[in-house]
């Protein structure tokens, strides 16, 4: 049966924290409550240290009808509590084949990856949601162990869990994960032309096609072109999709 030292890789193991090190938090985690303030997202830090939560917003969407104080005394219990099965083996799965990865990367790259997965969350109605979660490094020990992770949050536009995904920044490329075949593969990262990244800008303004239309000096039917193969490249059914996608994927 799983505990919560499984989600704590002996890998990444941080012991002590030198004072060099703790320099580096000082006063941080009032800027990650001043961004939580401004988005919609949910925001939660990681201390793989004392192997818990430091810091959860209070965004309701991962809470599950707690209190962000109540979460962050759970810590990684809420895991537990919230996640289904299934996804909750996922997510064990997820912090091996991570660590083992990051393992590999040398020191000086290690900041700039951020990995992305989907899994479900059930609220204490047992009704489910699927989100999104992004995990970061915010602080490095001296060996390059993860000692503090950042972890955003939100509606996932998926169908299904896992999409294991792993990014550097800068970089065009995006790692993914082939839970079947337990490899990483490659691909290259979605990009829009400008063409479709106006006509997504102006959708999220709430926009009809003609409205949209009218703005880009084009005719409706050319917005409905340039919708459908907006579509069918980023493997959603319809504007809401494409918008929730290309905004957490940066690609607008």
């Avoid at 997820?94 to 951020?114: A, Q």
């Amino acid at each position: 049966m799983a505990t919560i030292n499984d989600f704590f890789s002996f890998r990444n193991t941080v012991n002590n924290v030198s004072n060099s090190e703790q320099k580096q938090t000082a006063n941080y985690l009032e800027t990650i409550k001043a961004f939580a303030r401004t988005t919609y997202k949910s925001i939660y830090v990681i201390d793989y240290k004392e192997k818990g939560f430091e810091y959860v917003s209070d965004n309701p969407l991962f809470l599950c009808g707690h209190t962000a104080e109540e979460v962050l005394a759970l810590g990684y219990a809420f895991y537990f509590k919230y996640v289904t099965k299934p996804d909750l083996d996922l997510l064990l799965k997820i912090n091996t084949i991570g660590f083992e990865f990051y393992d590999k990367i040398p020191l000086g790259e290690r900041k700039y990856y951020t990995i992305s997965y989907d899994f479900h969350l059930k609220n204490q109605e047992e009704k489910t949601i699927l989100i999104n979660q992004k995990l970061t490094p915010l602080f490095l020990t001296d060996d390059g162990k993860v000692w503090k992770a950042i972890c955003i949050v939100s509606l996932s536009n998926n169908q299904n869990s896992g999409n294991i995904k792993i990014h550097k920044k800068g970089s065009d490329k995006i790692l993914k994960y082939d839970l079947q075949n337990d490899l990483w593969k490659a691909e290259e990262k979605i990009k829009l032309s400008n063409r479709e990244k106006e006509i997504l800008q102006y959708s999220t303004r709430g926009l009809t096609i003609n409205e949209v239309a009218a703005a880009t000096c084009v005719s409706a039917d050319t917005v409905k072109f340039h919708r459908r193969k907006l579509f069918k490249k980023l493997g959603v059914t319809n504007v809401s999709e494409a918008i929730a996608y290309a905004t957490n994927n940066k690609l607008i």
